[in-house]
């Protein structure tokens, strides 16, 4: 059965810190592997990485995506308290339409 | 529109009545799915459409649950005889071709069943 997990599920920061966030995928026929944003109710996209595209940055984000390993980080450095959400994971088959999510982690950055 | 948009934004209804649920994807996306999220856990899967294919609807948990997507845009999701364990927050999202492009989530709207 296709999975994606995601560690922790919760950390607590200082504003500054630099945290990493893992995600680990068992996707048949595997695509891609999407990060989002949940600070209320609507994930907001971050970046969706493939075999064509193992590294994205964006400003203090960046995520790599290792094949060997089937995993993802998804790093925030210098964080901020509005970097505080849930960070969601999700793999997509070439098998199948839908988005396969982990269960999140959620980060509180505190001042 | 600028971005998807879901209606109502908060529903509550009594358990054992019949809820509809609106979605308006961004337009000229051809893809659209529907997600649950039950309180501090992930985003389950209930049910993806694209372009004009059968749906799939394998994550759909019971009967009680249907969805329809007309002309290929606006979406709605039917949940009949409402249980308590169908509270959560229902979010659609759409995507420009369903494979290899990422998708758009809406605001969601929270379901509270009483």
């Known amino acids: 059965e296709d999975k994606v997990v995601q560690s922790p599920l919760s950390l607590v920061v200082h504003e500054g810190d630099t945290v990493t966030l893992n995600c680990s995928y068992e996707?048949?026929?595997?695509?891609?592997l999407l990060w989002y944003k949940q600070e209320k109710k609507a994930p907001t996209f971050l970046f969706m990485l493939t075999s064509s595209g193992i590294e994205k940055k964006s400003g203090r984000l960046s995520s790599i995506l290792d094949k060997k390993e089937l995993s993802s980080i998804l790093n925030i450095t210098a964080t901020q308290t509005g970097d505080s959400a849930i960070y969601l994971c999700?793999?997509?088959?070439?098998?199948?339409?839908?988005?396969?999510f982990g269960a999140g982690t959620q980060v509180v950055v505190t001042p | 529109g600028a971005g998807v948009s879901q209606s109502p934004s908060n529903k509550v209804t009594e358990k054992g009545k019949d809820v509809e649920l609106r979605c308006d994807p961004i337009?000229?996306?051809?893809?659209l799915y529907w997600y649950r999220q039950s309180l501090g856990q992930g985003l389950e899967f209930l049910i993806y459409f694209q372009g004009n294919s059968a749906p799939d609807k394998s994550g759909l948990p019971s009967d009680r649950f249907s969805a329809e997507r007309t002309g290929g845009s606006v979406s709605t999701l039917t949940i009949q005889r409402t249980q308590q364990e169908d509270s959560a927050v229902y979010l659609c999202?759409?995507?420009?071709?369903?494979?290899?492009?990422?998708?758009?989530f809406g605001q969601g709207t929270r379901l509270t069943v009483v």
């Open positions: 999700a793999g997509a088959s070439d098998s199948w339409g839908k988005f396969q």
């Open positions: 337009s000229g996306h051809t893809a």
């Open positions: 999202a759409s995507s420009l071709t369903g494979r290899n492009t990422e998708a758009f």
């Open positions: 996707v048949t026929n595997f695509r891609s």
